[in-house]
């Protein structure tokens, strides 16, 4: 995710605002934006530091992220410069990155993994119950709202080249993935309920549907490598 230095981006702040702003002004201001980095900072180093799809892990992605939606309009200034850098290797292949000098990057970052995170606790659901059934449902709609909202709003905010994992078409192909997997729940429900067929088989049909545009996605050229093994 992230790699900046604290010192060096309050450098930069003060060099660009000492002469626009009160120094009380602006002493209030960089306190503010210093809580907001070390929110950020605690976040981020336990994510970092974390192998597992606990709770904690969960909830430490949401307030990074959250924290990052916080400070990212903060520094409409800082764009382009070389005192933020961001990085974020390609999910399909680790060996691609990309970088930039924005928060959307980041924050883009934040919202992938979070919607990963919520799609293997929803591959991980024991769904022989209903209980199961109704989590694994709601992490996978979780998993496709996050990605949704990625493609939508994020990633076009993201100043220079992107990964193909974070180009718009493969973030739909993976919400229509998501959104199968989902259906797939409603009819694992309606056949543990001893559901009329027709109403299974409508439900059948939906999740086939959701499948077959995630195929139909896949032809395009910039949804996913075409050889994930080549340099």
């Avoid at 959250?66 to 070389?82: H, M, Q, W």
């Avoid at 994992?165 to 973030?171: H, R, S, T, V």
Wanted: charged share 20%; glycine share 4%; proline share 3%.
């Amino acid at each position: 995710m992230v790699r900046w230095t604290l010192s060096r981006v309050f450098s930069d702040l003060f060099s660009l605002l000492r002469e626009r702003a009160p120094l009380t002004v602006l002493i209030q201001f960089v306190w503010v934006l210093e809580v907001l980095f070390n929110e950020i900072e605690a976040n981020r180093n336990h994510i970092r530091q974390a192998s597992d799809t606990s709770d904690v892990t969960r909830d430490s992605l949401i307030a990074y992220a959250a924290a990052v939606a916080e400070i990212k309009p903060r520094f409409p200034l800082l764009g382009g410069k070389d005192s933020l850098s961001f990085s974020w290797r390609d999910a399909y292949k680790t060996s691609k990155k990309c970088t930039g000098s924005n928060f959307a990057l980041d924050e883009s970052a934040a919202y992938f993994n979070l919607a990963a995170l919520y799609a293997t606790l929803g591959a991980r659901e024991n769904r022989n119950s209903p209980e199961g059934i109704k989590a694994a449902n709601g992490h996978f709609q979780m998993a496709a709202a996050l990605l949704d909202h990625l493609k939508s709003n994020l990633v076009s905010e993201i100043m220079g080249n992107v990964t193909t994992d974070l180009m718009e078409d493969n973030l739909g192909v993976l919400t229509l993935v998501m959104k199968a997997q989902s259906q797939e729940c409603f009819v694992d429900k309606a056949l543990k309920d001893g559901m009329k067929p027709k109403i299974a088989a409508n439900l059948c049909k939906q999740a086939a549907d959701y499948y077959d545009a995630a195929v139909q996605g896949c032809q395009s050229e910039q949804t996913l490598p075409s050889d994930p093994t080549s340099g």
